[in-house]
């Protein structure tokens, strides 16, 4: 089994600044991509921001050149710099890897249980 672990959140004014950390451990043999999603209240949870093993990125619309994911391979740990943020930014925020418990084995997804970021105006 992988634990997937954020930290991070809390409440921010508008324009402020905030970090995440997501930590994977357990039974892992590689991860290939890691990425954060989030959810609001009445909405569907969606893609933030994703980063592979090699570096790529990718980032939703709505946070491209305000928000920066980054990663350590050597600690299986991903992070979102999280910066002007807005009213609209708040939400769940929740951590996924996929990883591989062996080298034969298929990659899997893991979630974390998720952490609040409320940003208020």
């Known amino acids: 089994q992988v634990q997937v672990v954020e930290s991070g959140g809390g409440l921010v004014q508008a324009g402020g600044s905030l970090r995440l950390s997501c930590a994977a451990s357990?039974?892992?043999?590689?991860?290939?991509?890691m990425g954060w999603y989030r959810q609001a209240p009445g909405k569907q949870r969606e893609s933030v921001a994703a980063i592979t093993s090699g570096g790529s990125t990718n980032y939703a619309d709505s946070v491209k050149g305000r928000f920066t994911i980054s990663r350590d391979n050597a600690k299986n740990t991903v992070y979102l710099q999280m910066n002007s943020l807005k009213p609209e930014d708040t939400a769940v925020y929740f951590c996924?890897?996929?990883?591989?418990?062996?080298?034969?084995?298929?990659?899997?997804?893991?979630w974390g249980q998720g952490t609040q970021v409320t940003v208020s105006s």
């Open positions: 996924a890897t996929d990883s591989r418990a062996s080298p034969l084995s298929s990659p899997r997804r893991y």
């Open positions: 357990g039974s892992i043999f590689s991860i290939n991509a």
